[in-house]
């Protein structure tokens, strides 16, 4: 057994406690591909990972990106880094190491989770153009997702698959422009992901 399997077992222990005062109901997963694959999703709250990863079937191996102060918390931080598939990553400086590593799971056939927005925000805000990035580097299709922001107890917080897309399909090398552009309309896919929930 892998430490991603172990800790996914064991936290889908605690988590189906949680699942219990906070049911969560989930469309569209059936669109997650096998393969690499960068899921961008929208972030509320601190435990939009375990969401997130939880309602993807076990097989799907998935990276995640998370700030460098998590490995800082009491307990949580040392499980996560023993872990070895959450990548911290230094914000407001250029993190070489960080990208490295999210590139090196995309190519090996991995999925990379990653929040576009960089911080949590209670509405969508702009994303920042690392996960466009990312995927266009590695021709990785990009999943967006949409999780609900209600966090009452025992109301339903909704998950929400979009299908999977190629951020860039230019028969050219892709610049800095480009990857703003693929933002853009990825932030736009998971807003439209949280519309559909309204209707």
Not at 9 to 37: D, H, Q, T
Not at 118 to 138: F, L, N, P, S, Y
Request: aromatic share 10%.
């Amino acid at each position: 057994m892998t430490k991603f399997e172990f800790l996914y077992s064991a936290s889908k222990l605690v988590f189906n406690v949680v699942s219990f005062l906070k049911p969560k109901r989930i469309y569209g997963v059936e669109n997650v591909p096998e393969g690499p694959a960068v899921i961008c999703a929208n972030h509320v709250h601190f435990s939009d990972p375990f969401y997130i990863v939880h309602a993807i079937p076990r097989r799907h191996k998935i990276w995640i990106m998370s700030k460098e102060e998590v490995s800082r918390w009491p307990v949580v931080g040392p499980l996560l880094k023993w872990s070895e598939f959450i990548i911290f990553v230094k914000r407001g400086k250029s993190d070489v190491g960080a990208v490295k590593n999210a590139l090196k799971a995309l190519k090996g056939g991995e999925k990379l989770l990653i929040f576009p927005e960089g911080t949590r925000h209670d509405e969508i805000g702009e994303g920042k153009t690392g996960a466009a990035m990312m995927a266009i580097r590695t021709g990785s299709p990009v999943l967006p997702v949409h999780i609900s922001p209600q966090r009452k107890l025992f109301h339903p917080i909704e998950i929400r698959f979009g299908e999977p897309y190629m951020p860039f399909t230019e028969d050219r090398k892709a610049n800095a422009e480009d990857y703003q552009i693929a933002t853009d309309a990825l932030m736009e896919k998971i807003k439209a992901l949280g519309q559909e929930g309204k209707a």
